[in-house]
């Protein structure tokens, strides 16, 4: 009996902008921290982007114009160590 490969689910991740926000990219494991593979397109105040995941566990940021960000609405975080930056962290399945 062969094992079932589980099915990609999409994921849509929202960051709410701030005034002067310009460009938004979602990086992460996913897309091996790529910093332009990823855009988030404005949509009615805030920006969006989905991506298909296999189930799994992932780590994840916002760059927003240049500086990476987590994602303040986020439910879980990684911290990497007592004054680390802070990482998101996306469970899927």
Known sequence: MSARRAEPQA???VYKSRPGDHQVFLVGEFN????IVCPMQRVDGHFEATVELPPGQYAYKILVDGKLRTDPHGHMKIWDGPRS?????LLVG
């Open 11 to 13: 994921v849509t991740f």
């Open 85 to 89: 930056v802070t990482t998101n962290l």
């Open 32 to 35: 091996s921290w790529d910093p």
